[in-house]
């Protein structure tokens, strides 16, 4: 993050794409209801499951 | 809203455990297969599985396999958490961000029952020892340290 920041453009990109492929950051911690077609807990194990697979340690 | 704020967002779901969910399952390899407690979780896990591979025809399988059950909606919402992703690995692999003290202390017990510190990786960023070579994946090289 610090490496793209000092691209600040880029982080704008970075979170534009995190806004339509994940979740809005307003609304990353409601779990109240679900924003999109798939549920928090499928998301959140697509993502792990990718990341498990590329060893992200992150 | 702040960086700050938005990158913490991201890990927001790691301070929200859930008993139900079943962490080992993203590691399916060392733990064999299973849903992680998550609706559809099989499915799931085999699309981002063939998405990450290089089986064409199992990408097709996995695809319709989703399509089917969650729709053209879901469909599309899981391809773009996977691409996210999987982006999201590669900055933070190719930066070598560090793992903040606080995260890393947030996450010993976890990355302990996942045994993610064997992931080179860790080996680099925390001093661990790599007990499980793995190979260089997705054009990815990483260092083994002993």
Request: one cysteine or more; charged letters at 25%.
């Amino acid at each position: 993050m610090k490496a793209m920041s000092l691209v600040p453009d880029e982080v704008r990109s970075f979170f534009d794409l995190v806004t339509h492929q994940y979740l809005p950051g307003a609304v990353m911690r409601d779990f109240s209801r679900e924003h999109r077609a798939i549920s928090h807990p499928q998301i959140e194990l697509l993502a792990a499951r990718v990341s498990a697979l590329n060893r992200c340690l992150y | 809203m702040s960086l700050l704020n938005d990158q913490s967002c991201l890990a927001a779901p790691c301070e929200r455990p859930d008993p139900q969910w079943d962490l080992p399952a993203r590691d399916r390899h060392r733990y064999g297969g299973g849903d992680g407690g998550v609706p559809d979780g099989r499915l799931l896990v085999a699309f981002a599985e063939a998405v990450l591979g290089e089986d064409d025809d199992a990408l097709v399988r996995a695809r319709d396999a989703l399509a089917a059950v969650l729709g053209l909606p879901g469909l599309i919402d899981a391809a773009g958490v996977v691409g996210l992703f999987n982006a999201i690995d590669r900055v933070a692999d190719a930066t070598g961000i560090p793992l903040e003290p606080e995260k890393e202390a947030a996450s010993l017990d976890f990355r302990a029952a996942l045994d993610l510190d064997r992931f080179a990786v860790a080996t680099i960023e925390l001093g661990y020892e790599l007990t499980l070579t793995v190979p260089p994946i997705c054009g990815m090289v990483f260092f083994s340290t002993v």
